[in-house]
């Protein structure tokens, strides 16, 4: 006997198939079924204020990067304030080539780690150089993931 009520509920097929496929034990949704789920939770999300923006990881695409092994996501672009804010995807054995920095260098590694200046850095480690500065080759042999901030074009097509 227990301290609590209990309640006795029935359920129908449809329910008993819907908690089936919850666990695991059906077909996933289609990818359509997802995009109008995502989408009404957005729609009773609550308001934004003015001056915020999210996005969300569904939301940012990977997009390729000029050297091989280095994919990107853009997080936030300000050309007005000569900055971009990216994350970086470094495959094992890339290597970034030498490169000038026309404006400031920041760069956080999340997780993995990269030689730069000779100095290997990892998860946690921060990274900055001074616009004008010229950097040697970057490299990883494990691969890495960064989140960088800098000035667009050093980065990014016009």
């Not at 970057?138 to 097509?157: A, F, I, K, N, S």
């Amino acid at each position: 006997m227990t301290d609590y009520p209990v309640d006795s509920v029935e359920f129908d097929e449809l329910i008993a198939l819907a908690l089936a496929q919850a666990a695991g034990f059906g077909d996933p949704p289609r990818a359509e079924v997802k995009e109008r789920l995502m989408s009404r939770l957005a729609e009773t999300a609550a308001p934004i204020p003015p001056g915020f923006a999210f996005r969300l990881a569904s939301q940012c695409d990977w997009l390729s990067h000029p050297v091989p092994g280095i994919r990107m996501k853009v997080l936030a672009l300000n050309r007005e304030r000569g900055y971009a804010t990216l994350l970086l995807d470094v495959a094992p054995g890339t290597r970034f080539p030498a490169h000038h920095h026309t404006g400031d260098e920041e760069c956080y590694v999340i997780s993995g780690s990269l030689v730069a200046c000779g100095r290997r850095i990892g998860p946690g480690d921060f990274h900055h150089a001074d616009a004008g500065s010229d950097h040697g080759e970057v490299w990883t042999d494990e691969g890495c993931r960064v989140l960088l901030m800098v000035p667009p074009e050093d980065y990014m097509p016009r």
